[in-house]
């Protein structure tokens, strides 16, 4: 992994300064200094000493002449950030960390935050969930009872690995996994997560059918959304945002297709993908659960689901794999005859 971006944060309020820099590193960027105007070092302005300048002033009157000098003399881009944070638990929050995101991306690109597939271990999973009965008259390749998006970014393939690993054959559920990586990887991807389980894992393009005891990780070249037959189809567009795929967008479409037969898992990564559409599901009744923080190889992506207040569970992924099965095979025990086939 290569060094991330280098920014430099002016604020002329403390706490304006401290969100910025918070949302900033979230994102996987390194933030090199973060200052007030009078006190900004001239070494910060010299060629290759930072790769992108954001700058917050509340009041641009009163640093007219600083803006004026910083302008002259600055080597790098500056970003003018348009309006004060909201607080990190307003409901507005997620949108404008993602208006900053995007401007970042913009700037200087993404940061530097490759996985490495070929390092996740093939090993024993620490949980065999063992089969309940209530699975053993699943057929394979009937339509699942319910659909699971699962959101993750860095540090994503081995939680989401891990959670697979655990769960039993037969579970009336498939998996439409939103992962941020570079396209090129799919399969690779796709192959080391259904090695060592009981999951069919297959690349979601236009047309392919969900199915349970299936995951299907949706394409990153263009965007999808999900038919009421269980189909999935693409939108003819590319995603939205910074990061492809979406996982704001795969969980709206999923709920959209789904209604209250879906459900999502958000793993661990970097940013806050997931936290404008999982409270949205989570309002309709669905289910929002996430990888706890100690269990992530990075979970500002989790933690900033669960500040939303939406998520109802927290767990390693072996544990949210127990809470699944269960839910499921409480769901069977209390309805155990087919969903309607239009969900």
Known sequence: MTAPGRVGVIADSTLQGHLLSSAVKSQGYQVVVSTEPETLEDRWLETDALDLLVVD??????????????????????LFCDGQAPARTDVLYPKWERRLVTKLVSFIGKPAAEERLEVIPARPPQVRIP?????HAIRPGDRPRQVW???????????????LDCLPANLPVAFVLAQHIDGRFLDTLCGVLGRDNSIHCKIGVDGEALRHGELAIVP?????????DGRIQSTGAPWEGPYAPSIDQVIQYGGEGFARACGAILF?????????????????????????AETCAVSSQPDSVRETGCVSFSGSPEQLALQLVERVRRELTQNPFPMHPEY
């Open 149 to 163: 998006v699962l959101g993750a970014s860095l540090g994503g393939p081995a939680a989401v690995k891990r959670f």
């Open 220 to 228: 990153v070249k263009y965007a999808v959304r999900f038919r009421h």
């Open 131 to 135: 089969q309940p009965r209530e699975f």
């Open 57 to 78: 002033l509340s009041s641009e009157d009163r640093w007219q002449q600083f803006l004026d000098d910083l302008l002259e003399r600055a080597e790098v881009p500056i």
């Open 268 to 292: 661990s990564g970097m940013g806050n993908d997931g936290a404008i559409a999982a409270p949205r599901l989570a309002a309709t009744g669905c289910p929002v659960w996430a990888q706890s």
